[in-house]
């Protein structure tokens, strides 16, 4: 989550920092207040866990910290075993760490990775860059990869 801009409007907020602070803040963002509703420490689903553990913020490094484990020691694992699909619904950030774990993507601004709003990105075990697999005939897909390997600096 954004810490303490959690609730609050991202495109005023960037109006308000300007384009470089901004895209720091989406990366490491100031931390929340403990008074702030947006704080899991005071959400009761979150009460038999001790306030320490609880975040005021999450970097995106904090989010590839999370995310790498969870693929790599949990859903992969499962999945392949099971023969099964996985579908994975999550925020921008997340996807984007995903992303960068499977595909060894380093040395690129995550903000650069786009994700696109409402479009599905598929991929499939054989694939072993930032592409959309599985779908050829699905244009607006493949289209989606393209551009999210271009605004990498992937491919052009």
């Known amino acids: 989550f954004y810490g303490a801009f959690t609730g609050h409007n991202k495109r005023k907020i960037a109006q308000e920092l300007g384009p470089d602070k901004f895209a720091a ?3 490491d963002p100031p931390p929340l207040d403990a008074s702030n509703m947006y704080w899991p420490g005071n959400d009761p689903k979150y ?5 320490s553990e609880l975040p005021f913020k999450e970097s995106f490094e904090d ?3 999370r995310v790498a484990p969870v693929w790599d020691e949990s859903i992969w694992p ?8 996985v ?7 997340a996807i984007r760490s995903l992303q960068m774990h499977l595909f060894g993507i380093e040395g690129t601004d995550p903000v650069k990775i786009d994700v696109p709003n409402g479009v599905p990105l598929v991929y499939s075990a054989g694939c072993i860059s930032l592409e959309v697999c599985g779908h050829p005939e ?7 990869g393209r551009l999210a390997r271009l605004n990498m600096g992937i491919d052009g």
């Open 63 to 65: 989010t590839m910290r």
């Open 47 to 51: 009460a038999h866990l001790a306030k």
């Open 25 to 27: 803040a989406v990366r």
């Open 78 to 85: 499962d999945a392949a075993e099971r023969g099964l699909r």
């Open 87 to 93: 579908l994975v619904i999550s925020s921008k950030n």
């Open 138 to 144: 699905d244009d607006d897909a493949i289209e989606a």
